[in-house]
């Protein structure tokens, strides 16, 4: 193998073309092989050609446009009418009846503030007083406290809140402003039979 040359080089060049004549000869056999596989494959199917009736027939030429070079009408889709979505009604529950709060207290209910020189002064619980304001004082319920007056004959009531410290007269359980009392009595200043129900703080 003089033409290849000496050493590695020339080795190289001899298994380059050895590996390629290889390569050929292997392709040609595979070919041969699918190309008797497709033969087989079509001889087993047996087919058969269309009838003539079935052969395609030839396009007719359409014209997009009009002949006069207007365009077509377009047809407008049939709007379907719509039903507007009742909203479903959920079943309401009856109302759970509020319980009457218990009573408190009961005794005389006095008035204050009318002329007595307590309006515009500071409260026990750091209020400033005004008659016309609805709120009460009580001995011993802490400042803040939500409370409900009703007055026993006319079953009339007011809810008040305790901004101050009295009444200081025996037998009386509760001082209110001018404001709250008028709710109860409108016909003036006196003294009333009521209950007291807490409410809260």
């Known amino acids: 193998m003089p033409m290849f040359g000496r050493g590695r080089h020339g080795a190289a060049a001899v298994l380059l073309v050895t590996g390629t004549m290889l390569l050929v000869g292997v392709q040609q ?12 494959v079509v001889d087993v199917h047996n087919l058969q050609p269309l009838p003539e009736a079935m052969y395609p027939v030839a396009a007719t030429q359409v014209d997009a446009a009009a002949m006069s070079g207007q365009f077509e009408e377009l047809v407008k889709p049939t709007p379907v009418p719509t039903v507007a979505p009742t909203p479903a009604v959920a079943p309401t529950a009856a109302p759970t009846p509020q319980p009457k709060p218990v009573a408190f207290e009961k005794g005389i209910a006095s008035t204050y503030g009318e002329g007595d020189g307590f309006e515009g002064n500071r409260t026990a619980c750091g209020q400033i007083f005004h008659t016309i304001v609805v709120q009460i004082a009580h001995k011993s319920l802490p400042c803040g406290t939500m409370v409900r007056v009703e007055d026993v004959d006319t079953g009339r009531s007011v809810d008040a809140e305790v901004t101050d410290r009295g009444p200081y007269v025996s037998g009386r359980i509760v001082d209110l402003s001018w404001g709250a009392f008028k709710q109860l009595d409108p016909t003036g200043p006196g003294l009333l039979r009521v209950n007291v129900y807490l409410l809260g703080k």
Not at 29 to 36: K, L, R
């Open 29 to 40: 056999v595979i070919g041969g092989v699918a190309a008797a596989q497709i033969e087989a």
